[in-house]
Antibody, heavy 123, light 108 residues
Framework: QVHFVQSGAEVKNPGASVRLSCKASGFIFTNYAIQWVRQAPGQRLEWMGWINAGNGHTKYSQKFQGRVTITRDTSASTVYMDLSSLRSEDTAVYYC????????????????WGQGALVTVSS | DIQMTQSPSTLSASVGDRVTITCRASQSISSWLAWYQQKPGRAPKLLIFRASSLESGVPSRFSGSGSGTEFTLTISSLQPDDFATYYCQQYSSYSPDTFGQGTKLAVK
C-alpha cells in the first residue's frame, strides 16, 4: 500500500532554513512526481512544487521560486524540501503527496498524502 | 491565473441529508478538477478526480459533476463520518490558488 512518512515538527527562527523529508513506500518511486503542499493555520491548501522522482526535474510555484528546493534520493525513496529565509507567514503544516499527472494539462492532482509536518517560525 | 471559489464556506446539515458544495473557476478548466476531504489534524483525502470520477474506495454516496467553470460535489445521504472540510483543486494549469478556500460541513 502506498505510504509516506514525513519528518517531525520543526521550530525555526525567522531567516533560518528548514529541511523536511518524505519517505515513500508501496509503489515504484521513480514512476511518480512527488509534490509539496502546505497549509497555514485556518487557510487553504497551497501547492509549492514537485519533483519528478525518476529524472529529478522540478517545478516550483512562482510564489516560492528562489526560496524552495526539492531534491530526491532514489536509493532511499525519499524526497526533501528545503525552504529558506523563513518568516512567520511560513508557519504551516507541510505535506508531501503523490502526484497523478494529467497528460492533457501537464498538471497534477494528488492521490496519497503524508501525515504532514508542522513548521513553526517564531523568534 | 485561475481563481477557485467555493460556496458556501460553511454548511450545516444533519445525518441523512443530501448536501451539495459548489466550486467555481474564474475561467474554463474543462473537467480538470479534484475534490478532497480533510478532517482536523489529518491530511486531505482524494474523493473525486476529473470532475466526476470516484477514487477507488470512496463511498458511492459521494459524486461530482460539472465542467468548464462550475462544479458540484454531492453527498447523497450524509453520514457521521462525512463532517469535515472539503476542498476543490483545479489541475488545468499552474496558478497560485490551485485549491479552493474550503467548505466546512458542520453538524446542524
Amino acid at each position: 500500500q502506498v505510504h509516506f512518512v514525513q519528518s517531525g515538527a520543526e521550530v525555526k527562527n525567522p531567516g533560518a532554513s528548514v529541511r523536511l523529508s518524505c519517505k515513500a513506500s508501496g509503489f515504484i518511486f521513480t514512476n511518480y512526481a512527488i509534490q509539496w503542499v502546505r497549509q497555514a493555520p485556518g487557510q487553504r491548501l497551497e501547492w509549492m512544487g514537485w519533483i519528478n522522482a525518476g529524472n529529478g526535474h522540478t517545478k516550483y510555484s512562482q510564489k516560492f521560486q528562489g526560496r524552495v528546493t526539492i531534491t530526491r534520493d532514489t536509493s532511499a525513496s525519499t524526497v526533501y524540501m528545503d525552504l529558506s529565509s523563513l518568516r512567520s507567514e511560513d508557519t504551516a503544516v507541510y505535506y508531501c503527496a503523490r502526484g497523478i499527472w494529467s497528460i492533457s494539462t501537464a498538471a497534477y492532482y494528488f492521490d496519497y498524502w503524508g501525515q504532514g509536518a508542522l513548521v513553526t517560525v517564531s523568534s | 491565473d485561475i481563481q477557485m471559489t467555493q460556496s458556501p464556506s460553511t454548511l450545516s446539515a444533519s445525518v441523512g441529508d443530501r448536501v451539495t458544495i459548489t466550486c467555481r473557476a474564474s475561467q474554463s478548466i474543462s473537467s480538470w478538477l479534484a475534490w478532497y476531504q480533510q478532517k482536523p489534524g489529518r491530511a486531505p483525502k482524494l474523493l473525486i478526480f476529473r470532475a466526476s470520477s470516484l477514487e477507488s474506495g470512496v463511498p458511492s454516496r459521494f459524486s461530482g459533476s460539472g465542467s468548464g467553470t462550475e462544479f458540484t460535489l454531492t453527498i447523497s445521504s450524509l453520514q457521521p463520518d462525512d463532517f469535515a472540510t472539503y476542498y476543490c483543486q483545479q489541475y488545468s494549469s499552474y496558478s497560485p490558488d490551485t485549491f479552493g478556500q474550503g467548505t466546512k460541513l458542520a453538524v446542524k
